[in-house]
């Protein structure tokens, strides 16, 4: 495992590679730390690198560095349904939860949500409400809502949503 900081527009952020994909994606302070990774890049972290400048810069809409989230079982159908959520659009956590044949696990796909280790490549702040509201993001709402208007091209980049 290796470990860089990505200084992006939502605060500074800790990528994590094992050589082979991406590993973690974490905010400062992230409620559910992982373990610390020795400083240094790889193929892996400059291609993560890359992606994020044309994602933050409204050029990117769909990543490709692979990925290695480690999880349950369930918690991996989660977050491979997050990344069927395209750019720009919002699901609720019942539709989620439907979309993995699990429409009772509404709550259990929350949960899973808040673990996603590799956050914004793997899209858990496109999930909303019922209700329409953004709720419960590890990293805050400010960064929920800076993300979902980025993606609808309504965010201002020199604005830090940390």
Request: some cysteine.
């Amino acid at each position: 495992m290796i470990s860089t900081i990505y200084e992006s527009p939502v605060g500074p952020l800790t990528l994590i590679s094992d050589g082979a994909a991406l590993a973690h994606l974490q905010f400062e302070n992230p409620r559910y730390a992982y373990a610390p990774a020795p400083k240094g890049s790889d193929a892996i972290l400059d291609a993560a690198r890359r992606e994020l400048d044309l994602y933050f810069a409204g050029k990117l809409t769909m990543f490709s560095v692979p990925v290695a989230p480690q999880g349950t079982a369930f918690q991996r159908r989660v977050w491979a349904a997050l990344q069927a959520i395209p750019y720009g659009a919002t699901r609720t956590y019942g539709a989620q939860a439907a979309l993995i044949d699990a429409p009772k696990a509404v709550r259990a796909v929350g949960l899973a949500n808040g673990r996603n280790p590799i956050s914004i490549i793997i899209p858990c702040h496109r999930v909303i409400g019922a209700s329409g509201a953004l709720t419960g993001y590890g990293g805050g709402l400010a960064r929920k809502r800076f993300l979902l208007e980025l993606e609808q091209g309504q965010a201002r980049l020199s604005r830090q949503a940390s």
